[in-house]
């Protein structure tokens, strides 16, 4: 009868505003998975930009005095039950939209070192280096099959590479692939070593162009491993690419959790030439998400802490 309404509709309405707003919070939870450019560029020849450098020199081999331990010849490590791969989706900050999102949760690398509080997604490259004193506390001797020439730590790995690796090699035997590990951890000292010898072949320059100087190489993170097969004598070559067992590691190794790392498409971004023999352990949810969206690991590591 009488006009109550006028207040309550304010209030009706003030609630409703109030209401609105807050169910617009949540949002911007979604882990954002940009599709990647399918920006292949393949490269057939090898012009003379491309970089030479590989990771892994093939002339490694003859470590002048390195006087290493005998290796130990441990027992398997135990397997644990299958762990569910927990990751931890980064935090993704509600951002005002014209800011693009530059504060990564974690820094890949600060002033050129590598950021190890990533863990098995650590970053290092050429431009990012380890320090001459980072050695993982969780070595552990990968129980596979690795050639004679590997000894002592270099057929050891971070325990979850380690069993990843294990997991990875007896599924290969049992798709009929031969493979054997060829190197896996290289220490510091060890890179010093191998360095001093390139240095004192071909002088400083010269070396510094095919070689890494110490502390940049991916193996010193003790989640790298080159393998190779029986078809090409257990060497480092690219042409494992042709062989039945390349093409298996190609196609698998992201199911145990590893990429190959340096990619054809991508010497250029990476630096390095392709090496379908180094294998880098990143975990088998972001190993997948990389072999699926085919973006080079620094490319991919930079979306997700974005
Ligand atoms: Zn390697």
Known sequence: MRKPSMLMVCCALTLTLVGCNTSNQNETEEADT??????????????????????????????????????????????????????????????????????????????????????????????????????????????????????????????????????????AKTAGIDLKGTSAFRSYEYQVQLFNNYVAKDGKEQAMKYSAPPGHSEHQTGLAIDVSSASVGYQLTQSLEQTKEGKWLADNAHTYGFIVRYQRAFEKETGYMYEPWHLRYIGVEHATNVHKTNVPYERYLKQLMD
């Open 34 to 171: 940009k599709p990647a450019e399918s920006k292949t560029e393949q490269r057939t020849e090898t012009p003379a930009d491309v970089p030479k450098n590989t990771e892994d020199e093939v002339v490694e081999e003859t470590p002048t005095a390195e006087a290493e331990p005998p290796a130990e010849d441990k027992p398997a490590e135990e397997e644990t039950a299958d762990e569910p791969e927990t990751e931890e989706a980064p935090v993704v900050e509600a951002q005002p939209e014209e800011e693009p999102a530059q504060t990564p949760s974690e820094p890949l690398e600060q002033n050129g070192m590598a950021n190890v509080k990533l863990d098995t997604l650590i970053l290092v490259n050429k431009q990012v280096a380890l320090s001459a004193d980072y050695k993982p506390s969780d070595l552990v001797t990968a129980n596979i099959d690795f050639v004679d020439t590997a000894t002592g730590e270099r057929k050891m790995l971070r325990k979850e590479a380690a069993q990843a690796i294990e997991k990875l090699m007896a599924g």
